[in-house]
């Protein structure tokens, strides 16, 4: 079984590309708090090309994953909304960690409610809530997934 892998998922979104880009930069890049339990980074992004690098790191995650990386790119639909790629590379300690599905659905729906709330206008203070929700949950799976193999 391989240790390294690539995950791809595409979907779509109601908001237009260029909100939904720039609204996930703005609500993703959380500053590291003392006490976070996961940090994620972003590189500076192509607005052009509407795409970012993110890595996710944390002291559980690296009991079961070497590396763990997105990259969502966002292009405009024909006829309204964006397509989103999210391509997750990710390496694993030992050969009976699970690939990060769940790590990658999770944020799926982090995406899908940032949409929701571009869509309905409503307060970013309820996607940075989700992002800490997907923070937590990221770090309960990795903390499973490590439970189930001692």
């Known amino acids: 079984m391989a240790l390294d892998g690539v995950l791809t998922r595409d979907f779509d979104v109601e908001s237009p590309v260029d909100?939904?880009?720039?609204?996930?930069?703005?609500?993703s890049n959380l500053p590291?708090?003392?006490n976070a339990t996961a940090v994620v980074t972003?590189?500076?992004?192509?607005?052009?090309?509407?795409?970012?690098?993110?890595?996710?790191?944390?002291?559980?995650?690296?009991?079961?994953?070497?590396?763990l990386e997105g990259i969502i790119t966002v292009t405009p639909k024909n006829k309204g909304g964006s397509h989103?790629?999210?391509?997750?590379?990710?390496?694993?300690?030992?050969?009976?960690?699970e690939d990060p599905h769940s790590i990658i659905d999770t944020s799926i729906k982090y995406f899908q409610g940032i949409d929701a709330i571009l869509v309905k206008e409503r307060d970013e203070k309820i996607v940075k809530e989700m992002s800490e929700e997907l923070f937590k949950f990221i770090r309960r799976s990795i903390i499973k997934s490590n439970k189930v193999l001692r």
């Open 84 to 97: 989103v790629i999210w391509t997750v590379g990710y390496e694993k300690t030992r050969p009976e960690i």
């Open 32 to 34: 590291v708090e003392d």
């Open 19 to 27: 909100k939904f880009f720039k609204a996930f930069l703005e609500i």
């Open 42 to 67: 972003m590189d500076d992004g192509d607005l052009e090309e509407r795409k970012v690098k993110i890595k996710i790191s944390s002291v559980d995650i690296s009991k079961c994953y070497k590396k």
